[in-house]
């Protein structure tokens, strides 16, 4: 069974950076795109990172281009989602995906095969 678990979430300040790890097991990732989702309360599922199967390519929207770095090591099965300048508007559940390998289709939530458990991440003013 496949699972992705998720730490590293927590509460900083505005201007503050945070590491977010995601740990696969259950089934070789390496054929998966990885990426990050977040949700804030009452809003929908926001696509935040997504990077290819061999860490060689990566994708963002303009909300975090510049401050948020996916990285993975697929020896590992680690996907890892660096936040640096973290602001208010930031705070939501942090979610690791596994999903299809074209990172372009990863703005929509409903391509992701895997989901794991999220990680609150709380950034204070």
């Known amino acids: 069974q496949a699972q992705l678990v998720e730490s590293g979430g927590g509460l900083v300040q505005a201007g503050d950076s945070l590491k977010l790890s995601c740990a696969a097991s259950?089934?070789?990732?390496?054929?998966?795109?990885m990426g990050w989702f977040r949700q804030a309360p009452e809003k929908e599922r926001e696509f935040v990172a997504s990077i290819s199967w061999s860490g060689n390519r990566t994708y963002y929207p303009e909300s975090v281009k510049g401050r948020f770095t996916i990285s993975r090591d697929v020896a590992s099965n680690m996907v890892y989602l660096q936040m640096n300048d973290l602001k208010p508007e930031d705070t939501a559940v942090y979610y690791c995906a596994a999903g299809p390998l074209l990172l372009q289709v990863w703005e929509s939530p409903s391509v992701v095969d895997v989901w794991g458990q999220g990680t609150q991440v709380t950034v204070s003013s």
């Open positions: 259950g089934r070789t990732f390496s054929s998966y795109a």
